[in-house]
């Protein structure tokens, strides 16, 4: 995560103890295009428009707190990647990010393919309509029932993340009387620069089989042998929000490494690989990210230079962004309810959501930005830490942030960059309902996913 610290210009600073707020911007109603979806503007009264409609509006008619999900801007952010990779590379969007019947048809339309990692991800994936060879389907403990589901179905590719999984994978679809496409998950050994939690491909821990001691070759031999399986290639993801390239070429470099040894050792040539998604987004204005451009011209250019050194055609790439789609495309809504400054300290804004609807910021120690929507204001800058109306005091939503010093309970205020991560991870923490997903487009608003309900919650209560 970035983390900025600034000693200058809030008030109170001199007692906070976390210093992670940047000095306040210059102007408060500025909406940084780099946070914000591409449609994201301000009408003549200063409130906060995007896909042609006022958030106003947005929050009478499907209530708060509520995703806001800009489908222009997600659509561009899909054409961006296909476009960067072109013919020679397929991008998966990796579903945990959000999923939905929806988004499953964007991708469809936008000619992305999907990851996904579990077997109800795979069920909304088919019902929507993809195609199951442009399905990838992943995960460190898929059940036997899951496996046979996606093999049944016909996905494109099974990403084996164990040994066990080998066996089983090939297993079934002998049994089905097939032959799986599969990848393996390798563990590259790459200490990437984000938070434990989301890195993934140092040794010590749940994902993929480590390519030291040998151990992602011996897969190799393994999965070679076995009738029921059709090795395409090996798989690596490093971690997530991701701001350095040096780790995804360094992974390219060892998973080219890996083809040349099962070349020389099989006189095979893996016609693939997967490198993963990890790209981080811009959650606040000190953030900056790769554009999928630059990210394939760095994959696309170290695969090809390795591969001529090793003398190994080079393979056919596949990148797996999740974050870097759907994270910038989405806006979280709240309605202010109350506000109350400690002095001395900051001042506390809570909101009509919190950590069932963005578990990030206490999980992580995400940062967030924040705006003012329903109006703009001339007021100064008020240091404040948005948080939510669950029972629990780590329940915050934005850490440090400046709101107008005359902020009031019922203006409506937005946290952009929550289309990652956020939805997928909700809860229903206090009972919480989760909140829809309303998407926008060209002047017209739909829900996409509704707002739980008492009976939805009830339903599931059957003691
Ligand atoms: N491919 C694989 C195999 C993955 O495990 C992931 C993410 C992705 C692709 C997509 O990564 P992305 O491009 O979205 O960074 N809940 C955490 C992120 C966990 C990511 C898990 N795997 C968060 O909120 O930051």
Known sequence: MSRSAHPAGPRHAD??????????PADLNVLDPKIWSSTVGRDADGRLTVGGLQVTRLAEEFGTPAYVLDETDFRERCRAWADAFGREADVFYAGKAFLSRAVVRWLREEGL?????SGTELATALDAGMPAERIAFHGNNKSEAEIRRAIEAGVGRIVLDSFQEIVRVAHIARELGTVQKAFIRVTVGVEAHTHEFIATAHEDQKFGIALADGLAAEAVRRALKLDGLELVGVHSHIGSQIFDMAGFEVSARRIVQLLAEVRDEHGVELPEIDLGGGLGIAYTSDDDP????????ALTEIVTRECDAAGLRVPRISVEPGRAIVGPTAFTLYEVGTIKPLEGLRTYVSVDGGMSDNIRTALYDAEYSVSLVSRT???EPMLVRVVGKHCESGDIVVRDAFLPADLAPGDLIAVPATGAYCRSMASNYNHALRPPVVSVSEGSARVIVRRETEEDLLR???G
Request: a negative charge; one cysteine or more.
């Open 15 to 24: 007692v906070l103890t976390e210093g992670h707020y940047s000095a306040p």
């Open 113 to 117: 393919n999907l990851d996904v990692c």
């Open 290 to 297: 790769c554009e999928p451009h630059e990210i394939a011209k």
């Open 377 to 379: 204001s001339t007021a």
């Open 460 to 462: 599931l209560d059957v």
